[in-house]
């Protein structure tokens, strides 16, 4: 069992990042994590490579990104919400999904024959406006190929109470877990 772990938050040890760990200790197989604002990837440029090539022209670290979406089982987008959003460095990650958009509607390719299962996770404490940011993260994880999503887990109270602490998202978070370790 391969999953791969998005996590959009630019907080070491925040909410979202401590979720990731529990996600991390229980999780069954091998899994890798992409932490948008430590990582090197480019948002996508535009270029229109993918409209008629496989891929991307963009050589950095996506393309082990790539390598490991063909592999893996499940895929778990983490991110605080910003207006009501996911995060500006992980939808710069999820750009340059647009590789796969264009296989499948420009190329008339699937160049993702694993279905995969797929969670998101969202923190903030904002007004518990999760909708647009859920919608956003389905968007990129139909696009990784995955159909099988896992209702939103949140946590939207983390100015006065840490996502550690919140009852109801831990037990979100150990639902996504058995979800994930289900064969």
């Not at 990784?144 to 037990?171: F, G, K, W």
Request: hydrophobic share 35%; net charge negative; charged share 25%.
């Amino acid at each position: 069992m391969n999953t791969l772990i998005i996590n959009g938050s630019p907080r070491i040890n925040g909410d979202t990042e401590s979720l990731v760990h529990i996600i991390e200790q229980h999780i069954s197989g091998e899994y890798k994590i992409v932490n948008a604002y430590r990582c090197n990837i480019s948002p996508c440029i535009d270029c229109r490579y993918c409209w008629e090539n496989c891929g991307c022209a963009i050589q950095d670290e996506m393309q082990e990104i790539y390598d490991y979406i063909q592999i893996c089982d499940n895929i778990l987008i983490a991110s605080p919400i910003y207006f009501s959003e996911l995060t500006g460095k992980l939808l710069d990650v999820g750009s340059r999904l647009q590789t796969y958009f264009c296989a499948r509607f420009f190329r008339n390719e699937e160049v993702i024959l694993k279905q995969k299962k797929g969670a998101v996770i969202l923190v903030g404490g904002g007004d518990g406006r999760v909708d647009k940011a859920y919608e956003t993260a389905c968007t990129l994880l139909h696009h990784m190929n995955c159909y099988d999503i896992h209702e939103a887990v949140y946590s939207h109270n983390t100015n006065e109470r840490p996502a550690r602490n919140d009852e109801q998202v831990l037990m979100g978070v150990e639902s996504v877990i058995r979800f994930f370790n289900k064969e």
